[in-house]
């Protein structure tokens, strides 16, 4: 049972990592596209 627990949080902390991870890169790419939108727009 603690195999399995500790399996399960390990688990966890391995999703939240990578969860971050992907808001990071999202701000970024959406970042990304708003400077081509208004640079498109202006010129």
């Known amino acids: ?3 399995m627990n500790a399996g ?3 688990l966890s902390l ?3 990592l ?3 991870r992907l808001l990071y890169v ?3 790419v ?3 596209l708003c400077a081509t939108a ?3 727009a202006l010129g």
């Open 18 to 20: 990578n969860s971050d």
């Open 8 to 10: 399960y949080q390990s």
């Open 38 to 40: 208004l640079a498109s």
């Open 26 to 28: 999202a701000t970024i």
């Open 1 to 3: 049972m603690q195999t």
């Open 30 to 32: 959406g970042a990304l």
């Open 14 to 16: 391995l999703f939240r």
